[in-house]
DNA sequence: CTAATATTGTGAAGATTTTCACAAGGCTGT
DNA sequence: ACAGCCTTGTGAAAATCTTCACAATATTAG
């Protein structure tokens, strides 16, 4: 693949957004799909799904429209879903509980390989196959087990403390579930998942008609 | 307010974290700030934090900076924060347990009035001072309860069968943590949480990294 | 084989968002 | 009061993203 033009985030939400429907089409048996119907069960235009399509190659059939499968296929190539990432999820509360029952990842192409947390009284738990472990421990189990992802489920007055063990162990990628922008280098890729921010959104959006009634 | 201009989605996304910035700053007793030293909290530029507040107002002293208790105040207001929400909470499972358990909501400016399931074995459970309820009851329980905002955590199976409920109440608007797009009438503000999208954003950005050497 | 129909891929236009750069203030020290 | 310094607020420029519109091309029917 190896395209070296800039890809919007926009344009990767979308993407990944692309994927989701073509499994669902996949599921319902269906063969091919025109953007003009990717665009329906999206929220975007038939023009916009042909474009960013584009940017990666040409995958459709003039006439025709695009083949589920095929577009599946290569959308996973795309976004890094043609291999196993290995990732460990720190913070064994609630919100790490709800994720690693939820189970997705595993049937996605994520392997969570270890469990950290500080919280000594629930160090040596058992969670699924894994034993939760202390953060101390994260540089070494982190070479050892080949930990690419991190996926951070830890309150905002852990992640200072927590951080300074990821950064040491030269992981590629956060999952952020901390209210808080973090502090990295450049090399780590850091993507937020954060529950406020789209709240406090929602009652912007909410207030807006109030007030322009 | 009443700003009748349409203000970016990412505009508003920065607006709640410069509150978070200057919620920090309030607790390290810090009384003014520059657009400078926002930005280096957050991950803008000092005339991208200047450009957003300008949307709605001129908060800031020339050669001074912006008031931080001011500022915080008043983006409050911007963000709708200066009244409370009434939220209902539709999936009683492990993220619905996160979310309620976590209790940001109170401490912010959400109310979280009533919680429904549409599995028998968890009706009539207890959570924090609430009991779940069946999801056949969910019209008449938001009606009573003035409930505004939905924060929808189940399962992208039973999404359908919940919304037409959701649909018939008139909520007003919904936090989505099912991986899908919700289809809504115009009037629904909807806001999606979504980590699967955020994880492929990642393996994205790292497989980027790995293909462009 | 030709005509009719469908749908992609893509330059160009249009819209939006971000960055630049600087005049206009406002504070501090003398 | 004045000089020197700092920082905002904002038009204008630059960059980015989305939409438009249509030539290119594949399929189907006759």
């Given at each position: 693949?190896?395209?070296?033009?800039?890809i919007?985030?926009?344009?990767?939400?979308?993407?990944?957004l692309y994927?989701?429907?073509?499994?669902?089409?996949?599921?319902?048996?269906?063969?091919t799909?025109?953007?003009e119907?990717?665009?329906?069960?999206?929220?975007?235009t038939?023009?916009q799904?042909r474009?960013?399509?584009?940017?990666?190659?040409s995958?459709g059939?003039?006439g025709?429209?695009?083949?589920?499968a095929?577009?599946?296929?290569?959308?996973?190539?795309?976004?890094?879903?043609d291999?196993?990432?290995?990732?460990?999820?720190?913070?064994?509360g609630?919100i790490?509980?709800?994720?690693?029952e939820y189970?997705?990842?595993?049937?996605?192409?994520?392997d969570?390989?270890?469990?950290?947390d500080?919280?000594?009284?629930?160090?040596?738990?058992?969670?699924?196959?894994?034993?939760?472990?202390?953060?101390?421990?994260?540089?070494?189990?982190?070479?050892d087990?080949?930990v690419e992802?991190?996926?951070?489920a830890?309150?905002?007055?852990?992640?200072?403390s927590?951080?300074?063990?990821?950064?040491?162990?030269?992981?590629?990628?956060?999952?952020?579930?901390?209210?808080?922008?973090l502090?990295?280098s450049?090399?780590?890729a850091?993507?937020?998942?954060?529950?406020?921010?789209?709240?406090?959104?929602?009652?912007?959006?909410l207030?807006q008609?109030?007030?322009?009634?």
């Open positions: 693949m190896a395209i070296s033009r800039k919007s985030e926009s344009a990767v939400r979308r993407l990944s994927l989701r429907i073509l499994e669902d089409l996949e599921r319902e048996g269906q063969k799909v025109s953007s119907e990717m665009s329906g069960r999206s929220a975007t038939a023009a799904v474009k960013d399509l584009s940017l990666f190659g995958f059939k003039r025709l429209g695009y083949d589920v095929d577009l599946a296929v290569r959308l996973r190539k795309i976004l890094g879903l291999r196993r990432w290995r990732v460990a999820l720190v913070g064994a609630r790490g509980s709800a994720l690693v189970g997705g990842f595993g049937e996605r192409s994520y969570v390989v270890a469990i950290f500080s919280d000594t009284s629930k160090v040596g738990a058992r969670w699924g196959g894994l034993r939760v472990r202390d953060i101390s421990e994260f540089v070494t189990v982190a070479n087990e080949g992802i991190v996926i951070l830890i309150p905002v007055e852990a992640v200072p927590v951080m300074e063990h990821v950064e040491e162990a030269g992981v590629r990628g956060i999952l952020n579930f901390a209210p808080t922008k502090k990295v450049g090399e780590v850091v993507k937020d998942v954060n529950m406020v921010m789209e709240l406090e959104a929602l009652s912007f959006a207030s008609e109030d007030g322009a009634g």
